[in-house]
């Protein structure tokens, strides 16, 4: 069974295949067969091979397939091989399962597009390149994957390429994460350098065996790889991206910057654990990372009108919540909350797309109202969705209570971030669907969307009864989970509080919301606030515009600047020497007989001279 | 002859049979189906004699040929390319009216020739491998004698082989004058026990202008991009793999035969020889606007890229330059295969405009030539990669840093004009259209109503699309999964040094 | 005579050889220069093997084949001068330039 891990990329990307070779000629039905049935495969031999791994795992967990060598060259041998243990196992049914469900979503929510067949075919790619990343057992076949998912969040950041602003925004996503992108490469080629392996496991053997914990090298290539980890997954600083990124369709949001891609750096912090326990400095930072982001997007969130924005700074906060868990070493945590937010962010996504077709492309919460009575499928799952994610949190703040880098001073600012979390949920719930009727409802979903909706959302609230990754075998060593089952007591009134504290949130956003309709946007959800720090807020923190100031500017202003000075001068003249170069030697072809036989004489004299001569 | 000297020799001999063997059916009975069939069959046959004549290797043949898995390697590889070429041609020929059958015949006594070159192991047979296979090539590019460029390519092509051959011939007498041998082995083992070189050394110094020519290697490369513009697009790719990877396949073995002492000065002179071709190969390529020409001369510079690893003068090198000639051939012939089969009887598909958005129209097409030219770039996951790998691996490894920046330096050159092409084949129909119209006002319109894209949309025969179908398999394959293909050219290079 | 004599004419073949192949304006005096090439290179090649008889008889053998190859060569030279010649109506090199940008 488990031999047939490889087919698991395979068949998305044999879809791609046939759709690219087909995108002319395929009829809609072909490309739906083809998009969703190649992802259903995969879906399925995820199921099978979980019910395996469950029923009859394999040697210490884990199961190594060698394919092939890709080639052997001065010692230096990487390979194609693929690593299933509980983690790519959670990783792989996040991804296929969730995937199939967006992708059936999508047969009907983009069945108008005049590029059908594309959208599946670079829906099917990053699927395959995702399963690539997370199955990979070398730092080449996973650095494949991961600048591969890039790509494809480019290609469909801008599917509408049409409208300028989506291209720009996928421009934005690119050279953003290519910032994290570039410090992560740099990571990995000195962790192979230096440790001489591409093998991940081998890599943290080695790692543990050759570096004390906090020397300079390890710091330095946790460091790097948190580079790469910040961007993939939208963190401060460079979160930037991701809520520009809302400008491709809401099953992309759905997929790739809600439920799998944006999960990248999480899962990369989980996978190389062994590194970042020997850098504890780093460690500390991706804590603080997590923790600023969490509470920087959560607010800005509050402030957000725009629906597919809100869920944009909601990711990026729920990411924050992640890495907030990884920080303390409680991976078992960040990967049950990961599991969970899939699900319960992939309902809203995909509802919130429906939501937005159905009100004629309107994207501001304050000029929706009262769908609940005619989009009812929608409400509901958004709302059983939305209750799953409180309690993989509430593990995360257990844990970090508990943790031995944590505290209660840091569980009480992960509890102001649960508080916000359900003001800003509840308060784009309560606005859109309750209340008086605003718009005009001109479609309704179909089985289609409204099915994957209510899977995803018993997916989410099943989370907020178990815990995926302990289920599947996950569960890596944490203080925290030791201490609070030393305490069970604390643990309990802890959890009872963190509920506590989400149900004031909610009540706190039904009385702003729904009691007092008199916030129609312009207004605060605390109404104290001052206005230019509210606009701050909405603003995302000013990050876009101080790096506007910061970066951008003085980059442009130093182009134009130099636009006639030295360096751009040096660039000139490198394009020039390489074109004169050409037109100069271009010369020699004269297209006369004898002047090649002149050449020919005299490469023949040069010859004879050097051998005579040298 | 002894019947192991047979065995040995049966690639050569069902060739030179299948040659006669075409002669007299056309003799017979003109039919150009079944001339390329038995064309084809030959070469098939051909290869698979090798795998019986591996039974009896290595083989000395007298003191002239010798079958070793070196030499068998390289016969496959260029009977691999024939077939390729045979199976290109027949539908190329099939459009035009003329004579097409002798083609046939041309094409069997080159793979002769090339046969002859791989297994050659004195200087005699040297000459004979050389010479039948450029007289041949000389007819093969004059053969559209419809073509106006025909007879010009054809005499260019001839005074400058022939100058440089006899440079070959020369030379050959020099290095006979010191060491009173033509045989290779007796020959290096007399260079190392006479002190001083006296003739030999600069006979071997002419000798490397035949050499250079045929690699079409600076400051021999002239002649490349005018031939590979005036042949028809088949022979062009078969003069562009056959005849360069036959001519490296024995400057490799004579070279590994060499001492180190003895080879220093030439080894000089072929890393000049390299540095330049890298340089001139990717500059001349950069703007220019014929894609056969852009082709030759990128083809300038690949050749200069395999003499980096051969400068090694390792076994690792010479694993790597075999891997690389592999990868350039699957690769050029891909290119060249797409090139074929979108020229039609009025004219090759040559221009750069007529590659714009051709994504849109033919994406299989541009999809294979987008893989041959970032195979040619050495883009990840495509042959030409691991190729080039190897070469700057075996570079590295001895320590080679001049002619490894300049390769370094030339590849960047060169991803700019391969994916110029790329940008151009992925770009829109609609863009191009108004500039292909103006540049096409002075040739007769085509159907009005239609695009006025060219070439037009012509179906792709049965034997040219397994062909192309074959080599993008290659094309990925040996990218991704190159490991048996290394093994096998490991242990075939293995008795050179 | 002396082997050095016949080096002497070889080298002066040579030269004249190549000289006419690279200046002559006929396609019909470049192909002798190359012929006459050929022929220094034979000369050098039997003259060797007859005055170091130690050294066997490869060089002779060598130069008939070089003989053989370098008539198929002329032949194969003179059709397509022909064809030139139809085509251009001259063969002058010089003249013979269309494939050129």
């Known amino acids: 069974m488990f031999d047939l891990l490889a087919l698991l990329p395979t068949f998305p990307l044999v879809g791609f295949l046939i759709l690219m070779a087909g995108s002319n000629s395929l009829p809609r039905r072909g490309v739906v067969a083809v998009g969703v049935g190649s992802m259903g495969l995969s879906a399925l031999l995820a199921i099978a091979i979980t019910v395996n791994f469950l029923s009859a795992p394999p040697p210490g967990q884990v199961f190594e397939q060698h394919l092939w060598t890709w080639f052997e060259i001065g010692g230096l041998a990487p390979g194609f091989s693929l690593y299933l243990d509980p983690l790519s196992l959670a990783m792989t049914l996040v991804i296929t399962i969730v995937g199939f469900l967006i992708h059936v979503y999508s047969a009907e929510f983009m069945r108008d597009d005049e590029a059908f067949a594309r959208f599946f075919a670079y829906m099917n790619l990053f699927v395959s390149l995702m399963l690539m990343l997370v199955l990979a057992d070398n730092l080449l076949l996973l650095y494949l994957g991961w600048e591969g998912v890039g790509m494809c969040s480019f290609l469909l950041i801008g599917f509408w390429y049409k409208k300028p602003a989506n291209g720009k925004a996928a421009q934005k996503a690119f050279i953003v994460t290519r910032v994290g992108d570039t410090a992560m490469a740099v990571g990995l080629f000195l962790l192979v350098t230096q440790l001489g392996t591409f093998d991940i496991q081998e890599l943290g053997v080695r790692a543990t065996e050759q570096w004390p914990v906090g020397s300079t090298m390890a710091v330095v290539a946790a460091a790097l790889l948190l580079g790469g980890a910040i961007g993939k997954s939208a963190q401060l600083p460079l979160h930037t991206w991701l809520p520009d990124a809302m400008a491709g369709p809401s099953p992309v949001s759905a997929l790739i910057h809600a439920a799998t891609m944006v999960t990248a750096g999480v899962y990369l912090i989980a996978r190389t654990h062994a590194l970042f326990a020997l850098a504890p400095v780093v460690l500390t930072a991706v804590m603080l990372v997590g923790l600023l982001t969490q509470l920087t997007a959560g607010i800005s969130a509050v402030h957000q009108r725009d629906i597919k924005r809100i869920l944009a700074y909601s990711t990026i906060s729920q990411l924050g919540y992640m890495f907030f868990a990884l920080g303390v070493s409680s991976n078992g945590a960040a990967i049950n909350h990961l599991m969970t937010h899939a699900c319960f962010k992939a309902t809203w996504f995909l509802a919130a797309g429906a939501v937005i077709v159905a009100v004629n492309h309107e994207h501001d919460i304050f000029k929706m109202g009262g769908l609940g009575k005619k989009l009812p499928a929608l409400f509901w799952a958004m709302f059983f969705a939305g209750c799953g994610p409180f309690f993989s949190k509430d593990g995360i703040l257990a844990e970090v209570w508990f943790s031995d880098t944590g505290g209660p001073l840091l569980w009480l600012l992960g509890l102001f971030g649960v508080f916000v979390t359900s003001i800003y949920l509840f308060r784009l719930l309560f606005t859109v669907f309750l209340g008086p009727l605003k718009n005009e409802v001109h479609w309704k979903p179909g089985r289609a969307i409204t099915i994957p909706l209510f899977i995803l959302a018993v997916g989410s609230v099943i989370g907020a009864l178990v815990e995926y990754p302990r289920l599947l075998g996950y569960h890596p060593h944490s203080s925290g989970i030791e201490a609070a089952h030393a305490s069970p007591y604390l643990h309990a009134t802890l959890g009872k509080i963190a509920v506590g504290v989400a149900l004031t949130g909610i009540y706190v956003a039904y009385r702003l919301f729904v009691r007092h309709r008199h916030y129609d946007g312009d207004e605060v959800i605390v109404p104290h606030i001052r206005v230019p720090l509210r606009n701050l807020f909405a603003d995302g923190w000013g990050f876009d515009r101080a790096y506007r100031v910061a970066f951008v500017a003085p980059f442009r202003s130093a182009a134009h600047f130099l636009r006639n000075e030295l360096i751009d001068r040096g660039c000139d003249a490198v394009v020039a020497v390489v074109q004169s170069g050409h037109r100069l030697i271009r010369r020699t072809q004269t297209g006369r007989l004898r002047w090649y036989t002149a050449g020919i004489a005299a490469g023949a004299v040069l010859s004879l001279g050097m051998v005579l001569f040298s | 002859m002894s019947r192991t000297d047979l065995t040995a020799l049966s690639p050569l001999l069902v060739v030179a049979l299948a040659a006669v063997a075409v002669l007299l059916l056309i003799s017979v009975r003109r039919n150009h189906r079944a001339t390329a069939t038995l064309t084809l069959a030959g070469l098939v046959l051909g290869l698979v004699s090798i795998s019986w004549a591996a039974t009896v290797t290595p083989h000395q043949v007298a003191p002239l040929l010798i079958a070793d898995g070196y030499a068998l390697f390289y016969s496959a590889l260029v009977l691999a390319a024939a077939v390729v070429v045979c199976l290109l041609s027949f539908d190329y020929l099939e459009q035009r009216g003329e004579q097409r059958e002798e083609f046939y015949v041309l094409l069997l006594l080159a793979t002769l020739g090339g046969l002859v070159l791989v297994g050659a192991s004195h200087f005699v047979t040297l000459f004979l491998g050389l010479e039948i296979l450029s007289v041949a090539i000389y007819v093969m590019v004059a053969y559209a004698r419809s073509s106006p460029l025909a007879a010009e390519t054809g005499i260019k092509y001839l005074v400058l082989a022939g100058a440089s051959s006899a440079f070959l011939v020369f030379g050959m007498a020099l290095v006979y004058a010191q060491t009173g041998t033509l045989e290779f082995r007796p020959l290096v083992a007399q260079l190392s026990a006479i002190e001083g070189s006296g003739l030999a050394l600069p006979g071997m110094a002419l000798m490397l202008v035949g050499v250079g020519f045929k690699l079409a290697v600076v400051p021999f490369h002239m002649w490349t991009p005018e031939v590979y513009q005036g042949a028809p697009a088949p022979v062009t790719a078969f003069v562009a793999t056959v005849s360069k990877g036959a001519m490296f396949a024995l400057l490799l073995r004579f070279f590994a035969a060499l001492g180190p002492g003895e080879a220093r000065p030439l080894l000089v002179v072929l890393g000049l020889v390299a540095m330049a071709s890298i340089l001139a190969g990717n500059l001349l390529a950069l703007l220019e606007q014929n894609i056969k020409r852009l082709l030759a001369f990128s083809s300038i510079a690949h050749l200069g890229y395999v003499l980096v690893a051969f400068l090694a003068s390792s076994a690792f090198g010479d694993e790597a330059v075999t891997f690389y000639l592999v990868a350039y051939f699957v690769s050029t012939l891909a290119a060249f295969g797409v090139v074929t089969v979108l020229s039609d009887n009025e004219r090759e598909a040559e221009r750069i405009e007529d590659y714009r958005g051709l994504f849109w129209r033919r994406p299989l097409l541009a999809t294979l030539m987008t893989g041959a030219l970032l195979s040619l770039a050495g883009i990840p996951l495509t042959t030409g990669f691991v190729g080039k790998f190897a070469v700057v691996a075996a570079g590295v490894e001895a320590s080679l840093w001049l002619p490894v920046s300049v390769l370094a330096l030339g590849s960047a050159i060169g991803l700019y004009y391969y994916l110029r092409l790329v940008v151009v084949m992925l770009s829109s129909l609609d863009a191009g259209a108004a500039t292909e119209s103006a540049a096409d006002s002075g040739r007769t319109p085509a159907d009005p109503g239609q695009t006025p894209a060219w070439p037009r949309a012509a179906r792709v025969g049965g034997g040219a699309a397994l062909a192309l179908g074959l080599l993008a398999l290659l094309l990925l394959g040996l990218g991704l999964y190159p490991g048996p293909l290394m093994d096998v050219i490991e242990s075939s290079v293995s008795p050179l040094r | ?101």
């Open chain 3, 1 to 101: 005579m002396e082997l050095g004599a016949y080096l002497a004419v070889s080298a002066v073949l040579f030269v004249l050889g190549m000289a006419m192949a690279a200046a002559r304006r006929s396609l019909i005096y470049v192909l002798m220069g190359l012929e006459l090439i050929l022929n220094a290179a034979n000369i050098n090649l039997v003259a060797f093997a007859r005055f170091k008889p130690e050294i066997g008889l490869d060089g002779q053998i060598g130069a008939i084949f070089v003989i053989i190859l370098a008539a198929a060569e002329a032949a194969i030279g003179l059709a397509i001068v022909l064809n030139v010649y139809s085509r251009f109506g001259t063969i002058r090199p010089d003249d013979i330039d269309e494939l050129r940008q």
